[in-house]
């Protein structure tokens, strides 16, 4: 019963690094999506899938990159990170895209 | 871009007082979602509301659609330690927005 599982739970980078977060969810729901969180301004959608082939952008996709090879796997990546970028970043998934999310526990990253 | 406005950002109250949070749209919404979110914990659904005019319930929880479909609102009746958190309201325009939430804190 894992539901969304995200990994790493933590992580530090050094400007201009590059790295990938991980999104698997076992329910499968044909809409996954990633955002990330920042104090006072709740979640912001980055990018969207509504199915295995299918990616588009959110309300702040730059500098992230995403793909859907499987309904199973939504991977985000970070092609050189910024300082701008520290925030925790949450994965979560749902049957369709007007339909209640089920959120992973997230990812803190921290861009040094 | 359209976003969903969220008011008040924070709300202290002693244990036993209510609650409200208000959730705004200057869109209509096709519906709302409302999510809490615990401290160092993940959102977690709550909530959806569809209608018009809907009113839903859940425990000490009341939940309401505006008629136009562009506002709603989360009342807590009675609060207790177990409701600190964030919530947060959600509704599409285009994609999905979240408001900025507010957070609870509760005195016991």
């Known amino acids: 019963n894992a539901g969304v599982t995200q990994t790493p739970k933590f992580q530090v980078l050094k400007t201009g690094q590059s790295m990938t977060l991980q999104c698997a969810q076992d329910?499968?729901?044909?809409?996954m999506s990633w955002y990330r969180q920042d104090p006072g301004m709740g979640l912001r959608l980055i990018h969207y899938s509504v199915g295995a082939g299918i990616t588009d952008q959110g309300e702040v996709p730059n500098g992230y990159n995403v793909s859907r090879s499987t309904t199973e796997d939504f991977p985000l990546r970070l092609l050189s990170a910024a300082p701008s970028q520290t925030s925790v970043y949450f994965c979560?998934?749902?049957?369709?895209?007007?339909?209640?999310?089920?959120f992973g526990d997230g990812t803190r990253l921290s861009i040094l | 871009g359209q976003q969903v406005m969220q008011i008040p950002q924070y709300q202290h109250v002693q244990e036993g007082e209510d609650f409200t949070t208000y959730c705004n749209s200057s869109?209509?919404?096709?519906?709302i979602q409302w999510y809490k979110q615990r401290p160092g914990g993940h959102p977690v659904f709550l909530i959806q509301l569809v209608k018009s005019g809907e009113v839903k319930k859940q425990k000490r929880l009341t939940f309401q659609f505006g008629e136009a479909k562009k506002n709603s609102s989360l009342h807590i009746t009675a609060t207790q330690t177990t409701d600190v958190g964030t919530y947060f309201c959600a509704g599409i325009l285009g994609d999905m927005r979240f408001g900025a939430g507010t957070r609870l804190t509760v005195k016991p």
């Open positions: 869109t209509t919404l096709s519906n």
């Open positions: 979560a998934s749902s049957p369709g895209h007007t339909q209640p999310q089920h």
């Open positions: 329910m499968n729901h044909e809409y």
